[in-house]
């Protein structure tokens, strides 16, 4: 039996089974992908806004020629710390509900694998790192099932030379567009608000304003999608009511946290914030031996916990398991922003 089960291989999950096993605590993570699975899902080009050491695990050197890293060495890294700490990590291993024995001051892990297998974990304390790429947030209008709208983007180059519309108005739905019309397609942009977000990294911000001011790419400001139909996204702005040509429907809304297997287990979730209630400085929710790190920890607010803060959860949670001073959390210098 573990002391530790970390819900979810991302890299505060795994920074969480470093600081469990260097305070001599066994640990097993369980993810539903594969490691880091959050960091598969992010655009093939994408680079990093935090530095390599601010990335980086359990003082492991994260060594890159260049000065930010991107995708790929994001991905090579992380596998190479959970080769050299020889982390228990049980890829393609969904977690479907939590369970207490109060009896036994212990938790029922139920998870089943991708082949099907049930599988039941008894461990001693249990960590919600479960991030939120899994759970998007949805428009919630008829139409957003269909094939041709996705709300993940990895690359332009299946959409050359074709109608396509971005939703959204962050770094995401701009860095979508710009590589969408960089890759050939007829792109127009719909965002509910009246210009750009203002958190736009300041390198993509004056691209897109460039862009749309030529007319590369059109905007439908104020606007919002009402229904997607094969070959047409339907939104009412301004003007009225408006049927856009779009191929591909790219939904750029963010993701909200999954915290549904809290909630199952009695968790009370804030619905203003999306925040589990928890003690800030233990991560400790209202369940004994129940936690949460990562950015579950902020709810729908994703922009106050990224890798280089959250990583030092699992150090908070330790010394609560231990009965120990919670660590002061570090000075956050910079923000990972994919």
């Known amino acids: 039996m573990p002391d530790l089960l970390i819900i979810g291989a991302g890299p505060c999950g795994l920074a969480a089974a470093i600081s469990a096993q260097r305070a001599g605590l066994t640990a097993c993570v369980l993810d539903a992908g594969p490691v880091v699975s959050t960091i598969t899902e992010y655009p093939y080009y994408v680079n990093f806004f935090s530095t390599a050491e601010k990335l980086s695990l359990g003082n492991i050197p994260f060594v890159v020629a260049t000065d930010k890293p991107n995708r790929r060495d994001a991905l090579a890294y992380y596998r190479a710390v959970v080769r050299h700490f020889g982390l228990d990590v049980r890829q393609y291993e969904r977690v479907e509900r ?8 212990a938790w029922l892990v139920h998870s089943r694998t991708s082949e099907g297998v049930a599988v039941t974990t008894r461990a001693t304390s249990v960590v ?11 428009l919630g209008v008829p139409g957003e099932e269909l094939p041709h709208v996705h709300h993940v983007y990895r690359e332009g180059h299946a959409s050359f030379d074709q109608d396509v519309v971005v939703v959204g108005g962050g770094n995401s739905a701009a860095e979508a ?3 969408l019309w960089r890759a050939g397609a007829r792109v127009t942009l719909v965002h509910f608000g009246p210009t750009f ?4 990294k300041p390198w993509v911000g004056p691209d897109l304003d460039n862009r749309v001011k030529e007319g590369a790419i059109a905007t439908r400001w ?13 939104i009412r702005g301004p003007a009225g009511e408006e049927d856009l040509p779009a191929r591909f429907v790219y939904v750029m809304t963010g993701f909200v946290p999954n915290t549904e297997l809290l909630r199952e287990v009695g968790v009370p979730i804030d619905p203003e914030t999306g925040i589990a209630h ?3 400085e233990t991560l400790e929710t209202t369940l004994p031996g129940l936690f949460i790190a990562g950015v579950v920890v902020a709810g729908f607010d994703a922009n106050k916990v990224f890798i280089e803060n959250g990583r030092f959860h699992g150090d908070r949670i330790i010394a609560r398991l231990l009965g120990r001073p919670t660590p002061s959390p570090p000075r956050l210098s910079a923000e990972l922003d994919t």
């Open 98 to 105: 939590l369970e207490r024995l109060d009896d036994e001051a």
């Open 128 to 138: 919600v790192a479960t991030g939120y790429f899994g759970s998007p947030n949805y």
């Open 177 to 179: 567009a710009l590589d």
């Open 197 to 200: 977000d203002k958190r736009i």
């Open 222 to 234: 104020n606007s919002r999608v009402t229904s997607i139909e094969p070959g047409v996204a339907i």
């Open 278 to 280: 928890h003690d800030p």
